[in-house]
């Protein structure tokens, strides 16, 4: 067995662009702690509710700390995607799932989080906190939740438990695998994920986002891992040892991921396809919001949800999907199935410093 074939069809992975390392994404550094007050308990906040998922791991959130009470939230310059998200669509919905992730680790904190839903995709968006009482309910789903990409089963008895999650996703509904509008969603996915290979452009920016090694990781946790991409331990060490950039750029990777996508749109029970009645920015907000919150509910529930982008990145599978379903504007795409979360998450986070500063 080669190197390359070690992989085996391991990786399912769209694009990404690589972060300077130790960049402060132009805000200030060094923020003075007050060890115990509210600066600390903000930067705990913070460093929970970035367990939120985020396309590729590019976690396109930062934070201004103007006092205990006011902040903002703005899209952290140089972690977007211009490649396979141009339009800021997915850097929206995971910085709707953050915003969800905020209220969560507030909330478990006594701190209610309120926000501004008319601000603007670029313009920074106001939050404020006021007292409440404490409440822990979401926070050990918000600390195991994490992308399960291989294995999912079929519900086998937990359709009811899926309903239920489903309550706090109204924009969510669920197709079940044999039916024509899962086929139209398979075919579409690996039509895309077909022609996104031709593309070079998609695996320079994937190459830039994955972190082969723990000295990469280390430095920039954000992006890719051979432990996130669920290889085999041996497969870990070995593409930690020998892989760099240059190898996600052949021919042989691209193949590998497509054929990983074909076998993965086969497992499960089935997909969630989020839709909004517009188009917006602050629309792919909410839509990463639902999809948090549905998240959240799956964990205990051993639902793992895996979103898979590539049909609705590449213009004409995006529109063959809503034509075959009748639905307008399709947000998400999410396999799902059954599966026990890990007790770990192994996905990388920046720290609460790096991604916040006082204003
Ligand atoms: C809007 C959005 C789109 C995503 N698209 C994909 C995708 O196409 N393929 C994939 O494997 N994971 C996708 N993910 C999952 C992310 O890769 C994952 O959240 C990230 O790597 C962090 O890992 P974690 O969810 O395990 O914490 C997406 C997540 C979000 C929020």
């Not at 905020?102 to 603007?120: K, P, S, T, Y």
């Amino acid at each position: 067995m080669n190197r390359r074939d070690f992989l085996g069809a391991s990786l399912s992975l769209g694009a990404l662009r690589a972060i300077p390392a130790g960049s402060s994404y132009g805000l200030p550094v060094g923020m003075p702690a007050a060890p115990g007050g509210w600066v600390d308990q903000a930067h705990a906040i913070i460093n929970d509710a970035a367990r939120a998922p985020s396309s590729h791991n590019s976690q396109p959130w930062q934070i201004g700390l103007h006092d205990r009470e006011h902040w903002r939230l703005s899209r952290a310059p140089g972690r977007d995607l211009p490649v396979v998200d141009p339009d800021g669509r997915e850097c929206s919905q995971s910085l709707g799932a953050f915003l969800v992730g905020l209220e969560v680790a507030a909330a478990a904190r006594g701190l209610r989080l309120e926000q501004d839903e008319c601000a603007g995709a670029a313009g920074a968006l106001p939050l404020r906190f006021n007292p409440r009482s404490v409440d822990t309910t979401w926070l050990p789903a918000l600390r195991r939740r994490r992308t399960l990409r291989k294995a999912l089963a079929p519900l086998a008895g937990c359709e009811a438990a899926l309903a239920a999650c489903l309550v706090a996703a109204p924009s969510a509904r669920f197709f079940a695998h044999g039916t024509p509008a899962v086929r139209a969603i398979a075919d579409a996915t690996l039509e895309a994920t077909a022609a996104q290979c031709k593309e070079d452009a998609v695996w320079h920016e994937l190459a830039r986002w994955i972190r082969w090694r723990e000295g990469e990781i280390a430095e920039n946790p954000t992006g890719v891992t051979p432990a996130t991409m669920e290889l085999p331990w041996l497969a870990q060490r070995w593409v930690a040892a020998t892989y760099s950039r240059d190898d996600v750029l052949t021919p042989a990777f691209r193949a590998r991921s497509l054929e990983l996508a074909a076998r993965q749109v086969q497992e499960g029970a089935g997909w969630l396809v989020f839709t909004t009645e517009h188009d917006t920015p602050a629309d792919w907000r909410h839509s990463g919001a639902e999809l948090m919150r549905l998240w959240l509910r799956a964990v205990p529930a051993a639902i793992a949800l895996h979103p898979m982008s590539q049909a609705l990145e590449v213009l004409p599978q995006r529109r063959s999907i809503a034509a075959a379903l009748g639905l307008k504007h399709i947000q998400l795409l999410v396999r799902v199935g059954t599966r026990p979360y890990p007790p770990d998450t192994p996905s990388p986070r920046l720290a609460a410093q790096r991604i916040s500063a006082l204003l």
